[in-house]
């Protein structure tokens, strides 16, 4: 069954940077695509980045274009966004997504809090 499970938040000041990872159980090519979403308190979640494991293709959400990097590590069934110059507004619990032929499967969620 593939479980993503999330590590890597924390607290961590304006304009620093965080590298979040999202390792599954079984082999990350059984996968068709994984993101990163979002939810800050009182909103919806929302989308963040993409990978398309096969072909490494990505996408981002428009305000963090720039800062933030998604990749993959096939050798270690991991997915991970790497974010830099972090924003009081990106503060959010952040979800892993793995997208399979069976359906949506979704992690925990990681706190990311960026404060001074």
Known sequence: QVQPVESGGGLVQPGGSLR??????????SIGAMGWYR??????????????????TTSYEDSVKGRFTISRDSAKNTVYLQMNSLKPED?????????RYDGDHWGKGTLVTVSS
Do not use: H, M, W
């Open 20 to 29: 979040l990872s999202c390792a599954i159980r079984e082999s990350i090519f």
């Open 39 to 56: 939810q800050a308190p009182g909103k919806q979640r929302d989308l963040v980045a993409t990978i398309v494991i096969s072909s490494g």
């Open 91 to 99: 503060t959010a619990v952040y979800y892993c997504n793995a997208r």
